[in-house]
């Protein structure tokens, strides 16, 4: 049983590029949510897609966008990247929403 | 936005020692997780507990809901329970549902 997919592992942008990471689910989950973790700090959440629709969106700028397709797969897009976006991002999946979310490895994103 | 507190910030343990870790909430919550974060980053699933207790080997958690608090209980540490543990919670949504995490407990276990 295939848990929570992320790539890639690692990531170096610049400044003002722009960044898609992805994300497969949990096998049987239906639900993505997006977090970044600053270093030192606790997850904090992005946004949430279920049926290939955003679903709850954390405080964050229109920068960060997202997509979620037929197989439940989902991608992270981030645009016009700043030094302030180098985090660990964490995907997790679930059954629906409101149930226990199983959390990827992640993606070290590096802005220099 | 609900509020999620984890004490002690900071914990450093010999192997074998018993500990307990603390995680307050703000208010009321439909759902409670506790995880484990493994050096390289992974959070590793611990615990859905969003009432009462369970038992999972040397770990055991309670959640008291109507009082906004859960316990994490680690017996008998090892040096592989080094890392950071996190509490985070889900209140209930019409339309989605996010996890606030607290700031997380830094567990180090020496030998």
């Known amino acids: 049983d295939a848990g929570v997919t992320q790539s890639p592992t690692h990531l170096i942008k610049t400044r003002g590029q722009q960044v898609t990471l992805r994300c497969s689910p949990k096998s049987g989950h239906d639900t993505v949510s997006w977090y970044q973790q600053a270093l030192g700090q606790g997850p904090q959440f992005i946004f949430q897609?279920?049926?290939?629709?955003?679903?709850q969106r954390g405080n964050f700028p229109d920068r960060f966008s997202g997509h979620q397709f037929p197989n439940y797969s989902s991608e992270l897009n981030v645009n016009a990247l700043l030094l302030g976006d180098s985090a660990l991002y964490l995907c997790?999946?679930?059954f629906g929403w409101g149930y226990e979310q199983y959390f990827g490895p992640g993606t070290r994103l590096t802005v220099t | 936005g609900i509020q999620v507190e984890q004490s002690p910030p900071d914990l450093i343990l010999q192997e074998g020692a018993n500990s307990t870790l603390r995680c307050n909430f703000s208010?009321?919550?439909?759902?409670l997780q506790w995880f484990h974060q493994n050096p390289w980053g992974q959070l590793i699933n611990l615990f859905y507990?969003?009432?009462g207790t369970k038992q999972n080997g040397r770990l055991s958690a309670t959640t008291v809901a109507t009082e906004r608090y859960s316990l994490l209980y680690i017996s008998s540490s090892q040096t592989t329970d080094s890392g950071v543990y996190f509490c985070a919670v889900e209140q209930g949504e019409t339309s989605g549902s996010r996890l606030t995490f607290g700031e997380g407990t830094q567990l180090t276990v020496n030998p």
């Open positions: 208010d009321s919550v439909n759902n």
């Open positions: 507990i969003p009432s």
């Open positions: 997790a999946s679930s």
């Open positions: 897609y279920y049926e290939e629709e955003e679903r």
